[in-house]
T-cell receptor, first 112, second 116 residues
């Protein structure tokens, strides 16, 4: 299992602005996933990007992956107050059973 | 999408008692379930991996006699916190996946345990 590390730890923006958060990891991966957690709740899967992909979109979400830098970014465009949550990345390594582990996450606050 | 039900969502107990938390996959068979513990504003700490029909695999530093995990069916895993103490107070979350190579995890809504 591998642990991704997100940054910044906290991000505060106004509604309508874009929010960008980053994830770095240390070893080779097969895929990288982003999850969202509302306060006091479980995590919700947002998007998965594979190691042979560079960019992926889902609605207002855009994820990039740079395997040479071992980093990924999650962009939320035109943010809404309802996007307020913590965002985590999790990585899956090549081969073997996938056991994701999580970093501390980025706490995003979107002010209305 | 797949649904994982976890309950109770909140439990308050006295020190020394045991607490059982259930995690059920409602519309798929979960061969593997994971149990995490989370402190406020911290990451999810993986406690153990639960495989149906076999013993759970515990992460380093997690006491298996303290945190009993049972995965007796393809849709149910339970975590029992035995002889709970105030330091066991935390947010416990389960997740499940279908198959050993399925990459997407489905999470329960978590259980807030408070030990008095």
């Amino acid at each position: 299992s591998q642990q991704g590390e997100e940054d910044p730890q906290a991000l505060s923006i106004q509604e309508g602005e874009n929010a960008t958060m980053n994830c770095s990891y240390k070893t080779s991966i097969n895929n990288l996933q982003w999850y969202r957690q509302n306060s006091g709740r479980g995590l919700v899967h947002l998007i998965l990007i594979r190691s042979n992909e560079r960019e992926k979109h889902s609605g207002r979400l855009r994820v990039t992956l740079d395997t040479s830098k071992k980093s990924s970014s999650l962009l939320i465009t035109a943010s809404r107050a309802a996007d307020t949550a913590s965002y985590f990345c999790a990585t899956g390594s090549s081969g073997g059973s996938y056991i994701p582990t999580f970093g501390r996450g980025t706490s995003l606050i979107v002010h209305p | 999408g797949a649904v994982v039900s976890q309950h109770p969502s909140r439990v308050i107990c006295k020190s020394g008692t045991s607490v059982k938390i259930e995690c059920r996959s409602l519309d798929f068979q979960a061969t593997t379930m994971f149990w995490y513990r989370q402190f406020p504003k911290q990451s999810l700490m993986l406690m153990a991996t639960s495989n149906e029909g076999s013993k759970a695999t515990y992460e380093q530093g997690v006491e298996k006699d303290k945190f009993l995990i049972n995965h007796a069916s393809l849709t149910l895993s339970t975590l029992t916190v035995t002889s709970a103490h105030p330091e066991d107070s935390s947010f416990y979350i389960c997740s499940a996946r279908e198959g050993s190579t399925n990459e997407k995890l489905f999470f329960g809504s978590g259980t807030q345990l408070s030990v008095l």
